[in-house]
């Protein structure tokens, strides 16, 4: 995954995103993964901050957002939830599933390019965060 410059985009995760994600990837049913390795990676180059101080345009876990697929022109609506939680019908993509590692941390704006399961290319533009947990004050989610 890289951002439209070449270089991975800056993320955002907050403390508590950040915990909880890396107690899941401590699993050993995860431990060999190839998306929960991809996390583990994108974690690693994250910037953490406390879940009060996350601007409110970021893409944190539970965050229903909507993005565009800029090489096919389609547009999609997203809620990012741990794997337990995904529901494909209902648009609540799993961390694990390629798009929701890519979309973590992101912010309105930013763009993201990965190879989808099959091999095709997109390009993922965030294009708004109706919702996210931090700025609604919702810190138990």
Same mark, same amino acid.
């Given at each position: 995954? !890289?951002?439209?410059?070449?270089? @991975? ?18 699993? @050993? ?9 991809? /996390?583990? *990676?994108? /974690? ?5 901050? @406390? ?8 893409? !944190? ?9 800029? *090489? ?7 809620? /990012? ?24 941390? *992101? ?7 990965? !190879?989808? @399961? ?5 390009? /993922?533009?965030? !294009? ?14």
């Amino acid at each position: 995954m !890289t951002s439209h410059s070449g270089l @991975p985009p800056s993320i955002i995760v907050s403390s508590r995103d950040l915990a909880r994600l890396e107690a899941m990837l401590d699993s @050993p049913a995860l431990s060999r993964h190839p998306a929960a390795v991809a /996390l583990s *990676l994108e /974690l690693e180059r994250a910037q953490v901050l @406390p879940p009060e101080e996350i601007p409110a345009g970021i893409v !944190t876990m539970h965050s229903r957002v909507d993005c565009i697929d800029e *090489l096919h022109d389609e547009k999609h609506s997203l809620t /990012l939830v741990y794997p337990h939680e995904a529901d494909f019908d209902k648009g609540h993509v799993s961390i694990l599933a390629p798009v929701g590692s890519a979309l973590l941390g *992101l912010s309105v704006g930013q763009t993201i390019d990965w !190879t989808a @399961p099959g091999g095709r290319q997109l390009r /993922l533009r965030v !294009t708004a965060v109706h919702y996210q947990p931090e700025a609604a004050g919702d810190l138990n989610r």
